[in-house]
Structure formats: C-alpha cells, structure tokens
C-alpha cells in the first residue's frame, strides 16, 4: 500500500470525530527561548488509509527531510507519533485557529496531563546529522550514544542551525525569487530576505567602490531572478554571509571561495533584470549606481566626472557643481564656451576649446588617478600584479622593459587570432603597446631569447634547387 502524507483537512476532521482510537502525528519546534516559525508545526492523521502508523510517519519524516535540504536552515523540529484511546476525548483543532497555537496551547498540553509517551519520536536535526556521517545510525529515531568527538560535532551542529535561524528571523523558508548574480569570477545566489537583500545591496556597494580599480570586477556582470530552488543551487545562497573571526560578528565577505564556477547553462526558469558591460565610462559606472542604489565615493565621483568630460567635452552642471574636486580647474571654460557661444571670443573657436578641455580632463586621469582603462603605458608596463599577455603568457620583465625603451619587439606569435601580427611597439602617444604586420622601416628590431633581448635577424629562407632533366623528349 502505497505511503503518503495529506493535507486533505476532511482526513485531519474525520478522525477527531472517530468514536475509538486513533493516531496522530506531531510536528513541533521544542526550545522556549526563541520565536518558531509556522511551518515547523504539523499534524497529520497517521493513519489516513489504515495503513501502519509507522509507515506514515516515516513519509512524514522524508517530506521534511527533502524540505530541510531546501531550506535557509534546519528547524528544530521534533516529529512524533501518539496513540490515543478515544479521539472525541481530544479538544478539536478549530478553522479559526493555526496549528502552531493548537498544538502549542491544546495538544501538548493535553499530552502531558494524560502522561501520554509518543510511540516513536525524533528531533530533524539530529537525523539529518546523522545522515551527513556514515558512522553514525539512528535506533528507533534516536541517536546512539555518541563518542565525544562525535557528541562535539553534534553540538556545534545545532549551534550553527540556531545562528542560521537567527539570521533568518527564524524563518526557514526562502523567500522567492533568489537573486543570482554572475561576474567573471563566477556566480552569487542571494534569497529574497531582508539577509539577502543587504547581501546584494552589499554586493554591489562593494562592485561600485572597486569599479575603476585596476584589479577590479572586468565584466560582465548580470543579475537573475531565479523561481526555483534546486539541490545544487541551495547549499549556494547567502554562502557570502560569514561570522568574522576576530570580531564574531558577520560580515559579507565576497572572495573567490564563495563564487559558484558551475555553468548553470539551464536558465529557463532565470529572468535577466540587469546586466553591464562593466567598461570603465562615466555612463556604464552612473548606470550601474542608479540600478543598485549605491552612492558613488568622492573618489568615483571625480573619475565619472571626468571621464564625462573627456568623452563628451563639456557639460554645464558637472563643472558648477560644488562637489566636484575639479571644479576650479574647469571653471574658466565655462567663461570662455558662453564667449564662443555668443559671438564674443576673439581667440580660439569653440571646437578647439572643447578640445582642450578634454585634454586638460584625460591629463588629470592619467596623471592624478590610476583607473582601469586608462593608465599611462608606464604604469601599465610596470605593474606586474596586472598581466600583460603575449600569446597567452604574462611578458617578462625584460620585455616589458624593452617596451618602455621604445624598442620594436619581434614575436613568433602574439596571439592565436591574430596570426599575422608579429611585431610590437610602444606608442606613448595612445599610451597602448600596438601589434603589426611588417617590421619598421630602418629601424632595429629586438627578439626575447632565453630571457634577454637581443637584435632580430630574420632567417633566411633557403631557395629548392630543382634538377634539370637532360633526358631527350620524345
């Protein structure tokens, strides 16, 4: 006979009304000292179809061990089955009230007055411990008795559970839908909680702070929802959330453990709400704050506004405002863009005003910042925390050092998709490193060999001789 649970409330009224004995089975959280939540607490007829209580319960406890599995943490929830003599002798659960009070205010204690003994019981928390170990066998429900190193981890189980359910206001269910977030370094699962809210928010606080950092977040960056939990998807949530071990307070701790690197090809049930390029811009950065709700850093501030600036050359609120750390320096053009406007400007016209303010805008960068995307070719070249690849590989000191003399480099490969390009050079002028096709033009050029640099002699191809057939033709 086939075993199932059901929560059918024609079963559950049925067997109160039953003039003889019946079985019930109870789920309850035990501990008074913090809240529980609704759906820790169950009650169920055990035995809907006649069929050995036993069985039902074991049903019972595999629905909420899968459940256990999907949720934020485990509850800590005793599930028993009881035996009694006469149902109409139970106080009726009533539509106006929920189970947790029934079972809290009428059933257990009607159970302890009666000095009722539960026919089997166990606490979910201990079964799914032991069910994590391959030393350790429940007896009738109950743990065996335990070795201390095995009674240690047990315990440093059930305090791990409790700070999970504090985090989640003792709620065990996830909120839908989960917030997944996919960088280069993998992806982030954040729950729809007030937890996993300031996670994200978190999150991109920090993606924001570090967006024109030359070792930051490259892209790009997308974020899901996602309405389904699955087994590999869960273990993953709120994963970023740790206690620090200093301070034993927790903290979002975004490092390169907590990203998932699994493909999660199948989306069908991921809805895209957001994605960036993550190009270091004033529009992509300003786009990235006003969909997160991130304040920008002075810092960040100034850059976006320059990069404004040296993109588009002039705009009249981000020179007047206060807040702008260079705003002394632009204020001239201000002057000088209304003079062209207005017919009054007796020197430069106003394309090359414009032009000069969007020098004087990429010199302040270069210069006074370090940002991803427009560094000078010194810092570039000399930073060695940052690769820079030839054919797939970081260049050597020496070559990068040949690059900053201005030395034309000959490579035997730059890159596989690029197999016609076999010459480097240095342009100070763009501040870029530029790949050709054909050496320069009375100029030296350099190869790297076991580590040094040395002059570049091309080998000479050696022309096939084909004999000649003195034979007479016929």
């Known amino acids: 006979m086939a075993t199932y649970i059901s929560d059918d409330p024609k079963l559950l009224d049925e067997l109160f009304r039953k003039d003889g004995e019946g079985q019930l089975l109870v789920g309850y959280e035990t501990g008074k000292e913090k809240p529980h939540a609704e759906s ?42 009881y035996s009694f003599p006469k149902m109409t002798d139970i106080p009726a659960i009533s539509g106006g009230i929920s189970k947790k009070e029934y079972i809290n205010r009428v059933l257990l204690p009607y159970i302890r007055e009666k000095g009722l003994a539960p026919l089997i019981s166990t606490n979910l928390r201990n079964v799914l411990f032991a069910q994590s170990r391959s030393d350790i066998l429940m007896i009738s429900g109950e743990l065996p008795k335990l070795t201390t190193q095995q009674l240690d981890e047990l315990v440093h189980f059930h305090q791990k559970q409790d700070e999970l359910a504090a985090r989640y206001d003792y709620n065990p269910v996830y909120k839908l839908p989960l917030h997944a977030v996919e960088t280069s370094k993998g992806i982030l699962f954040f729950s729809d909680t007030k937890m996993g809210r300031e996670g994200l928010k978190s999150f991109y606080q920090q993606l924001s702070g570090n967006y024109f950092w030359v070792h930051g977040e490259p892209g790009p960056v997308r974020e899901y929802n996602v309405n389904c939990l699955s087994d590999d998807i869960c273990p993953l949530v709120d994963a970023c959330y740790r206690k620090n071990p200093q301070s034993g ?89 209304d003079d062209c406007i207005n017919g009054q400007s007796s020197g430069p016209d106003l394309s090359d005003v414009l032009d000069d303010m969007r020098w004087k805008a990429k010199n302040i960068l270069l210069t006074e910042f370090d940002v991803r995307g427009h560094r000078t070719l010194e810092r570039t070249l000399n930073d060695r925390s940052v690769p820079f690849l030839i054919n797939g590989t970081d260049a050597s000191e020496a070559m990068r050092q040949a690059l900053l003399e201005g030395k034309w480099i000959y490579c035997p490969q730059i890159s596989k998709s690029m197999p016609d390009l076999h010459y480097l050079h240095a342009e100070k002028t763009c501040n870029r490193v530029m ?34 057939n003195n034979s007479l033709k016929m």
């Open 40 to 81: 820790s607490y169950m009650l169920y007829p055990a035995n809907p179809d006649r069929q050995d209580p036993i069985y039902t319960f074991m049903a019972l406890f595999s629905q909420q061990s899968i459940k256990a599995k999907h949720s934020a943490f485990v509850p800590d929830t005793r599930l028993e089955i």
């Open 249 to 337: 307070k927790g903290e979002y701790d975004f490092d390169n453990a907590v990203f998932s690197k699994e493909a999660f090809r199948d989306r069908k049930q991921w809805k895209l709400t957001f994605e960036t390029d993550m190009e270091p811009t004033a529009s992509e950065f300003l786009r990235l704050n006003e969909f997160a709700g991130c304040p920008a850093s002075r810092n960040n501030a100034d850059i976006s506004k320059l990069l404004y600036l040296m993109e588009n050359g002039f705009k009249r609120d981000i020179i007047n405002d206060p807040d702008f750390g260079y705003r002394n320096v632009f204020q001239e053009y201000v002057t000088r863009i």
């Open 435 to 468: 790949a050709y096709g054909k050496p320069p033009a009375n100029k030296t050029v350099y190869q790297e060999k076991n580590g040094k640099i040395i002059p570049y002699v091309p080998a000479v191809k050696k022309e096939s001789k084909t004999k000649r």
